[in-house]
């Protein structure tokens, strides 16, 4: 990767330069038998898209706070970057009340609704689809995101010292995130394979920060507890995986 990256927005820039077609995010939900398989390309269109709803439809600007009431999920992962490509906080579980824009998913709706800015919900279901019937008082991310730009520009530069990112309760900075994220995963192109949750700083690392960091990609598995100890070592083999975070 770049040296020179010091936002999380900045080193998926580098990996779609150097190889946009290798994969980065594979994600299961154990719970339903669910497999998606996004290249940097992907990933980063997904990202642009997102971020173009979160600064345009939602006028997110740097330094808004982004309430993410969400699970380990790709659809998570995207959010984070979007967050990270636009300027503002990714608070992971934070307090809706407190923000100025919230992101739910289908079992926080009711603790969102104390958000009185702008909210959006995610239905997690298979391929991105939508809610059968959209919440009240939320705009349906299924819905919103697919007309969006595919490229995206801030309005404003990201400043790397700024805060980026809030998890259990701890503030980091985007270069901090970069930092910390090189200097935990100690060896480039590592593939892994992560069952923990996005709710602590380690998740985050093992689950996206850590292998965009180092060239490497990640096997993120929701409910991965479903799987006896065969049907793991199953995938590990098969996804090719070089590390297992659970």
């Known amino acids: 990767m770049n040296a020179t990256d010091r936002t999380p927005a900045d080193l998926l820039r580098s990996a779609l330069a150097a190889d946009p077609g290798r994969p980065l995010v594979t994600f299961y939900d154990d719970a339903t038998g669910e497999r998606v398989e996004l290249s940097v390309a992907t990933f980063a269109n997904w990202v642009a898209k997102t971020a173009n709803l ?15 009431l969400l699970p380990a999920h790709w659809q998570t992962a995207v959010w984070l970057l979007a967050c990270a490509s636009v300027g503002t906080v990714a608070d992971v579980g934070g307090n809706p009340a407190a923000a100025d824009v919230v992101v739910s998913g289908p079992d926080t709706l009711d603790a969102a609704r104390a958000c009185r800015g702008e909210r959006i919900a995610l239905a997690l279901r298979p391929l991105g689809g939508r809610f059968p019937r959209r919440p009240e008082g939320f705009a349906d991310y299924a819905v919103e995101v697919p007309g969006q730009g595919d490229r995206f520009a801030p309005f404003a530069p990201v400043d790397p010292e700024e805060p980026a990112l809030i998890v259990a309760g701890r503030e980091f900075s985007a270069a901090e995130v970069v930092e910390r994220a090189r200097a935990e995963t100690t060896e480039a192109g590592t593939r892994v394979l992560s069952g923990l949750p996005y709710d602590t700083w380690d998740g985050l690392v093992a689950g996206l920060y850590g292998p965009l960091a180092t060239g490497g990609s990640v096997i993120l598995c929701r ?24």
């Open 54 to 68: 979160l600064q345009g439809d939602l006028a997110a600007q740097p330094g808004d706070r982004v309430a993410l």
């Open 223 to 246: 409910n991965l507890a479903e799987l006896d100890e065969d049907a793991l070592a199953r995938r590990v083999e098969s996804e090719k995986a070089t590390a297992l975070r659970r």
